[in-house]
């Protein structure tokens, strides 16, 4: 199988639907298929997590609406790959929704399998615009069902979660939970637009009744302004803090904690994968609508939207979660019983299934 990854991804769309496209691409590659990505909107971040995968990227140039990018693939010499796949479910797309039947329609058309890794609910593009696309999957707890008019297969729910293979063989079952914790592991996105991770560390300085082990994400997406920051606020903090610079995975470092601080992107699925009990804080109301489903799991502390919460709160809420040794073990159970790894081989099942069923 030849699949073609269509996405975006720079400091300000987050890495995430990178992150999991390259977890795609690896089963892809695994089973003996060809992978190619292509993007409108790229950083230099972005590009090279691509090519320390290995991958051929394509950046299709000039940016223009979705209408206009249809002529663009017929010069990208991508004509011998049998299927696309679309992770485009964020807010350029949102203002382009109109464009999106006749997109979805083209790419069909050229690759003969259109693909679409959707969103939840409002953010869900199938729910929003009837398309031509063969198979919609919506990876997340209680995904609603699709509007009239999109005649795809569905793929709903966490068993279809798509997860890194070294994180996968880091996974240990059950996880364990120790009594006495104090390790804390800080890891707010790809590029922390919104500065969670100063918020953080606020919060940490005044838990003042314990010594505490921390270690912060510092993704190589960050601003250089924000990372020294960190790293200055670090240095002098009463606790001791080791920054993880731009780090490759985080599955060590999510086992190694006790708890984790989070903002509530894609990362709190691969927390839930390895067990990991978490507070997670969403940096917008979007995204805290979004997150509604998975706090409901009861995988997860769910502490709100950054803006309306104190660094006080934060530490109240860091305190009574490390204390509380059986709602950490709830959590951690939760999380492991919601998500089991296997979600990238289900779907790509499933596309293999239709690429053979054609006439």
Known sequence: MRVVFRLDADHRLGYGHLLRCLALAGVVARRGGQVAFVMVRADPPACTMIEAQGWPWTILSPRGPYASEVG????????????????????????????????????????????????????????????????????????????????????????????????????????????????????????????????????????????????????????????DTITTRAAASRHQVDILAAPKGLGTHMLWCDLALTATGLTKYELALTGTPSIQISIDPTHHAVNGSFAAQGTALNLGIQESLSPATLADAICRTLDDVTQRQTMSRKGQTLVDGRGADRILDEMEALILARP
Request: a neutral charge; one cysteine or more.
């Open 72 to 227: 663009l693939w017929k010069d990208a010499d991508l004509g011998l790959f049998d299927a696309v796949v679309l992770d485009i479910a964020h807010q350029r797309t949102f203002r382009q929704l109109d464009q999106i039947p006749f997109y979805v329609n083209s790419l069909r058309e050229h690759f003969g399998l259109v693909v679409l890794l959707d969103g939840l609910r409002e953010h869900a593009i199938a729910a929003r615009r009837p398309l031509m696309a063969d198979l919609v999957v919506m990876p997340y707890p209680d995904a609603d069902n699709l509007l009239p008019g999109t005649p795809a297969r569905r793929l709903a729910g966490p068993e279809y979660g798509v997860f890194p293979a070294e994180l996968l063989s880091q996974v240990v079952l059950p996880r364990p939970v120790r009594k006495a914790a104090n390790r804390l592991l800080v890891t707010c996105g790809g590029s922390d637009p919104t500065r969670l991770t100063l918020l953080c560390l606020e919060a940490l300085e005044k838990i003042a009744d314990r010594h505490l082990l921390v270690r912060i994400a510092v993704a190589a997406g960050f601003a250089p302004e924000l990372a």
